[in-house]
């Protein structure tokens, strides 16, 4: 499985848009990109995923580059319960998921 | 739908006692999965089962024992409790289609071995 790289942590104010980078620059052609975030020390919660194009759902946005070597979660109107650990992980197998050590992201009023 | 719920949430053992942390999920899913999070790290995988009666290791499989006799339940079993055992455990089931699904965490156990 390919590894990613994200930054350990970043803050965002109350209203605006939050993008968080994730850098995947070894992922094949079949590695999916997931977004998951955990909200203290709750459980993971699904946000959104992608194979080459862009996706939003009702949560997120997800933007994969051309070259799928780097994509980028936005959250477009940050608040405050969206202070959490963004965990961005390519994954190529249905039985599990590898977990990096995430972006902290720090929503300020 | 409950999703996944695990039992207990809270536990405290002594070296070398036993346990079992239960899992359960009423979506019907092929793949379970157990996940241990120490402080400030990601998830990592201990054991994960693709069916009932398959079961396989993970990551980090030493000193958990774990089977899968029903599609719903998954439990972990510590053989003898050790201090490095201490940590949060998730839950995780999913149906199995890379691509168009995700894995459903439980809330987690928290465990304290002294």
């Known amino acids: 499985d390919a590894k990613t790289t994200q930054p350990p942590s970043m803050d965002c104010a109350e209203g605006r848009a939050a993008n968080l980078p994730c850098n995947h620059s070894?992922?094949?052609?079949?590695?999916?990109v997931y977004w998951y975030r955990q909200i203290h020390s709750q459980g993971p919660q699904y946000i959104i995923h992608g194979l080459k194009n862009n996706e939003t759902n009702e949560m997120a946005s997800l933007i994969i580059t051309e070259d799928r070597k780097s994509s980028t979660l936005i959250l477009p109107h940050a608040t405050l319960r969206d202070t959490a650990v963004y965990y961005c992980?390519?994954?190529?197998?249905?039985?599990?998921?590898?977990f990096g050590t995430g972006t902290r992201l720090q929503v300020f009023p | 739908n409950a999703g996944v719920t695990q039992t207990p949430k809270f536990q405290v053992l002594k070296t070398g006692q036993s346990m079992t942390l239960q899992c359960a999920q009423d979506m019907n899913h092929e793949y379970m999965s157990w996940y241990r999070q120490d402080p400030g790290m990601g998830l990592r995988l201990i054991h994960y089962?693709?069916?009932?009666?398959?079961?396989d290791q993970g990551e980090v499989p030493n000193g958990y024992n774990v089977s899968r006799s029903t599609t719903e339940d998954f439990p972990l079993r510590l053989l003898s409790a050790a201090p490095s055992q201490t940590s949060v455990y998730f839950c995780a089931s999913n149906q199995g289609n890379v691509g168009t699904d995700t894995q459903y965490f439980g809330p987690g156990t928290r465990l304290t071995v002294l």
């Open positions: 992980i390519v994954r190529v197998r249905p039985d599990k998921l590898i």
């Open positions: 070894t992922i094949s052609g079949n590695e999916y």
């Open positions: 089962s693709v069916g009932a009666g398959i079961t």
